[in-house]
């Protein structure tokens, strides 16, 4: 990997604002107001971390697809000014790392090992396996007393339970794995905190490894456990793989759930269009829609430069950090028209939530697939859902990496 020399600033360090920014408490579901503004007045400009380093944040919708498909930004999470989320992320980087924060050809080479588990074909095959269980949970909830924290009785255990079945590992287990990533998803999360959650769901995943070795079956986990096998990994390289599937499979989808459901609630005539129609293709058109207007995944995508890019009257150069502002750059007028109006009959394929480019989501088949049978059923099945607490009575996750609410108290 090349080094570089410390970046420096064409920019007075007055003038740089500090990354992430705060929402509107008054618009849980947008970007914060400050995006907006850079967007429209300095779309490729410095901002201020946590560590005090100064990465470019880009905020325009073609400049982030751009710079996602260049191969002159990197992924590597070890290069010296990779601008880090926060210290505990960076911690959890250097514990295990994956090929998500890697550049081809090894990014290739470990990704292509679990891309047939998540391929469109194979996650199709699962979409009567994901109904059955939405449509359990339902049956439950139905069935006793309200009002329910939709969190906990369906948004989690519906990514939980499919995560479990593709990857072989016991859904018996999930408080545990979920206990921890809770904590690795987390900003205000301390280095000694992440060193431990990381290390124990290490240590969780090598002995499902090891099981898989000894008594292998039809899931991700015995596809790994096989390529150990043949040489072609290391354990620890292959419970860190098991370790992303396991967390990422589970925690975004839960949170679209739970934060697309409130979204929706708020937004009455969106709901009865969606809850209306037995249009797949409206059911599919909503989905794309809501993953646009919410972007879950807000503090955007994390790069550095490996050689001087020119990008929006801008030089970005060598070795100067980058963070891709994918929630805002949804949100780009000059992509999606009346951006910050919610519409599930918008064709919003193309947004950027799942990244783009060679490092875009490798679980988005899944991912899509489960929302589509979440919104496409429960809206349907509790016609009448609705909040059971005030809007401003709802925990949201401006602590998260990834955004949601903790609660969502419902009733019908």
Not at 321 to 340: E, Q, T
Not at 364 to 373: D, F, G, K, N, T
Not at 404 to 409: D, N, Q, T
Request: glycine letters at 6%; charged letters at 25%.
């Amino acid at each position: 990997m090349s080094t570089f020399s410390a970046p420096g600033t064409d920019v007075p360090p007055a003038q740089v604002a500090d990354y992430p920014m705060t929402r509107a408490a008054h618009c849980p579901f947008d970007p914060p107001p400050a995006l907006h503004t850079l967007q429209d007045q300095a779309p490729i400009s410095r901002v201020r971390l946590w560590d005090g380093s100064s990465p470019w944040l880009v905020t325009r919708y073609d400049d982030v697809r751009a710079l996602l498909t260049d191969p002159r930004i990197s992924s590597e999470s070890d290069h010296p000014h990779y601008p880090h989320l926060s210290p505990a992320q960076k911690e959890r980087r250097r514990q295990s790392r994956t090929f998500i924060n890697m550049d081809d050809p090894e990014h290739a080479r470990l990704r292509r090992m679990v891309t047939a588990a998540f391929s469109i074909r194979r996650v199709e095959a699962l979409r009567p396996a994901i109904q059955k269980i939405v449509d359990g949970l339902i049956a439950t909830m139905l069935a006793g007393p309200k009002p329910v924290d939709l969190v906990q009785e369906f948004a989690l255990p519906v990514p939980s339970l499919v995560i479990c079945e593709l990857l072989g590992v016991p859904y018996a287990d999930h408080d545990f794995f979920q206990a921890n990533s809770k904590i690795l998803v987390k900003t205000t999360t301390t280095v000694e905190q992440a060193r431990v959650a990381t290390q124990q769901l290490l240590d969780y995943l090598d002995r499902q490894i090891g099981v898989k070795l000894g008594h292998p079956a039809h899931d991700a986990l015995s596809t790994l456990a096989e390529r150990v096998r043949a040489g072609e990994l290391s354990r620890s390289e292959a419970a860190s793989m098991g370790m992303l599937l396991l967390t990422a499979g589970h925690e975004t989808t839960a949170n679209m759930i739970a934060l697309g459901t409130l979204a929706l609630l708020q937004h009455p005539d969106q709901l009865g269009r969606l809850r209306e129609s037995d249009d797949l293709k409206v059911v599919a058109s909503a989905v794309e829609e809501l993953l646009r207007y919410l972007t879950i995944v807000h503090r955007g995508r994390r790069r550095v430069a490996l050689a001087d890019i020119e990008v929006g009257g801008v030089t970005i150069r060598a070795g100067e950090g980058v963070v891709l502002a994918n929630d805002v750059a949804n949100r780009d007028p000059d992509a999606f028209p009346d951006p910050d109006q919610l519409d599930v009959d918008r064709n919003a394929r193309h947004h950027v939530a799942f990244g783009f480019g060679v490092h875009q989501c490798l679980g988005q088949p899944l991912a899509r697939v489960e929302l589509q049978v979440v919104y496409g059923t429960l809206y349907r099945r509790i016609p009448t859902l609705k909040l059971a607490v005030d809007l401003d009575e709802i925990p949201f996750k401006h602590d998260g990496n990834v955004y949601g609410v903790y609660e969502l108290p419902v009733t019908w």
